[in-house]
């Protein structure tokens, strides 16, 4: 086709250029020389009797290249951007965040898988972004909805008290999706999707049922606790404190999760430094440090963290609560490094419980806390004690992965008690979305080195 295009003389009069062209063919016409055949090379145009000139300083330019900057991982470390657009996350990370997508039902399903596309698939919009908030506010959407959102905006309720309707069991699930409702209704009027953000605060703040110590239940119909609450509200209001400038609610966020370590932080014995799963009045109450759970407080203190550090404003005037918060995280860190002691390499259902099997949702979460950390804060967190711990824990979850994109044995995350793992997790799948993007940072930010990524290949 092309060839038949460039032959086409020109239609209609002839102008300037053509007029050109056409001249030069008559000038080469009129040259004495020989017809072009490959098999003899004296008749070869010069750029092609030069064309291994070119090539061979290709060939030593690529080979430069390659040797700086590619090193033995096999991608491109020249910028941020080349290093996450060649990543290789050594397992199959879009199989898995197709099981992400397909197999969520829930509303923390839904904006857990959301967050672990933002974080894969647009990382300069995620909260971990080297600069998450351009001029202190929000990041702008583009022209076209990024995935995370095409993904969860038909699954968020935006004409209802909270952000999505199930059946009023939990109270602090739907605001899960309540980034992403701000992410939406910033930019897009369908729906009235910042109202319902709005809507879901207030609810949280002044209607919701209170745990004894003030802190916001995770549940509606009893006042009851659980470290899985902190995944889901804190991290929704410190963005929303963002997107208002409202740096009290910023801080209300942060004393919600004082309050929840308050009451569920183990404080001594061989469990020391991590959460209870459940505390409160009803018969799902459960003293024992759930793997999944620890991992689900540890995240959300992390994200609500990077807000904090990642807003100008809040950066400044917030040292206290970031101290705080990176203590808090790196309690439950060192409760899981000491209470790792299952032959799998992967974390015990029950972490300090030798009777639990080892399974992989909370392993990758926990995992994935660790490299944040490391990013956010090098000098505690990038250390051999808690990144070699990170690259073990990754190494065993990776391994599992099989080709559809399920990790097992993974939790059951609707029965945390139940001896039986399950086949598939929608949370466990977004958990390994969340670990993939969280180690390709700490590398391409140059945090994790290198010879991190050799040690773990040689495994
Ligand atoms: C990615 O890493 C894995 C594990 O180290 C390796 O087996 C695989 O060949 C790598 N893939 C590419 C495309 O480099
Ligand atoms: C709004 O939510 C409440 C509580 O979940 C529910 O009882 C009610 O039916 C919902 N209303 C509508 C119009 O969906």
Known sequence: MAEVRQRKKP????????????????????????????????????????????????????????????????????TYETCTGTFNYTFRINAARQQAEELATHSWEYGTAAEAITELVNPEKAVFAANPFPNDKIPNQGLKMDQALLFVHRHIRYDNITLFDDDGYSVSDPASLGITAVMIGQRWQLGNYLTAAER????????????????ISHRSEVAELWSDAVSMFPPFLAYYAVHKQDMALLRAAVHQIQLYRDALLIPDGAKEGLWKHIVGPSDMADDGAWSTGNAWAAYGMARVRATISGW???????????????????EILEGAVRTDDDGSGLLRNYLGQQSWFG???????????????????????????????????????????????????????????????????????????????????????HVCTLEDQGKVDVQ
């Not at 002839?14 to 003899?40: R, Y």
């Not at 004690?385 to 994109?405: E, N, P």
Request: proline fraction near 7%; glycine fraction near 6%.
């Open 312 to 330: 100008g404003p809040s950066r400044e005037v917030m040292g206290e609560e970031i101290g705080k918060l990176d203590r808090w995280i790196a």
């Open 11 to 78: 239609e209609g009069p002839i102008t300037t250029h053509a007029a050109d062209v056409t001249s030069d063919e008559a000038t080469s016409n009129t040259q004495d020389e020989l017809p072009f055949a490959w098999s003899d090379p004296s008749t070869w145009p010069l750029s092609l009797k030069f064309l291994p000139v070119p090539i061979g300083l290709l060939a030593i330019f690529m080979a430069i290249y390659t040797q700086y900057f590619m090193g033995e991982a096999g991608f491109d470390m020249s």
């Open 200 to 215: 879901q605060k207030d609810f949280l703040l002044n209607d919701a049922p209170r745990y004894i110590n003030g802190a």
């Open 359 to 445: 399974e992989t949702s909370g392993t990758s979460l926990l995992a994935a806390t660790t490299y944040r950390m490391a990013v956010l804060n090098p000098k505690v967190f990038a250390q051999p004690k808690y990144l070699d711990w990170a690259h073990a824990k990754r190494s065993a979850v990776a391994s599992r992965v099989d080709d559809d994109g399920f990790a097992k044995p993974a939790v059951n995350p609707l029965k945390h008690a139940s001896r039986e793992p399950v086949e598939s997790s929608p949370e466990g799948a977004s958990f390994l979305l969340m670990m993939g993007s969280a180690w390709r940072d700490c590398v391409c930010r």
